[in-house]
């Protein structure tokens, strides 16, 4: 079965030091890959994608994430972060062949920064 | 600005009730999903919609029934609520199944 997994429940961090939450997926093929994040009483925003071409994506805020296909991971970065990261990160997998086309959601990791 | 709006934002009923949850669009977008969100298990599909009265079963459809009369609308709809249905209730949009999908702000249902 289709599965995504972030290793991390919680993390916190203080300011200025870097992020990286891992995402890996279950099997591969060609996949679209997406990160998003809920920022506490808001709703789930688009963080940035991954459909084809340069494997490193940029994305808002200054996040990015590198898509290493030969280890099924997708996982987010950012060098500084900002106490205004505090949110909860949901990395999410669709699978275009061999798959229902259904997007798949990790079970979030949720980040604290602490000033 | 892409809107997907819910038709409320917290909801409280009793066992045994019949709920309806409802979700607007204004981007014309064919694809229109229902999820429910609970810490720890991230989100979790109920069902799917790719058209005009069209649907599909999702992860977790049991309990769960909807309705898509038109095409910027979206049900969700709880035959006899239990309260393990309380839950956040997630409206998403797409225009392709397999691209991204845009979130309304949630339902926080609560069953008692």
């Known amino acids: 079965a289709q599965s995504v997994s972030q290793h991390n429940h919680h993390v916190i961090l203080s300011e200025a030091a870097s992020l990286e939450l891992g995402c890996n997926y279950s099997y591969g093929g060609t996949v679209n890959l997406f990160w998003y994040v809920q920022y506490p009483g808001q709703h789930l925003q688009l963080l940035l994608k991954y459909f084809s071409g340069d494997p490193l994506v940029k994305g808002i805020k200054g996040f990015e994430a590198e898509f290493i296909k030969s280890k099924f991971s997708f996982n987010l970065r950012k060098p500084s972060v900002q106490w205004s990261d505090t949110a909860e990160y949901f990395c999410a997998v669709n699978w275009m062949e061999g798959g229902s086309e259904k997007l798949v959601f990790g079970k979030g990791t949720k980040l604290t920064v602490n000033p | 600005d892409v809107k997907v709006t819910q038709s409320s934002r917290y909801l409280v009923k009793r066992t045994g009730e019949k709920v309806f949850l409802e979700c607007v669009q204004d981007m014309d977008h064919e694809n229109m999903f229902w999820y429910r969100q609970d810490p720890g298990l991230g989100l979790r599909l109920i069902y799917f919609s790719y058209d005009v009265k069209m649907k599909e079963k999702g992860d977790i459809p049991e309990g769960y029934s909807v309705s898509r009369e038109k095409k910027e609308r979206f049900s969700l709809i709880l035959e006899s609520a239990s309260t393990n249905q309380t839950s956040m209730y997630l409206c998403?949009?797409?225009?392709?199944?397999?691209?991204?999908?845009?979130f309304g702000p949630g339902t926080r249902l609560t069953v008692t």
């Open positions: 998403a949009i797409s225009r392709d199944p397999t691209y991204e999908q845009y």
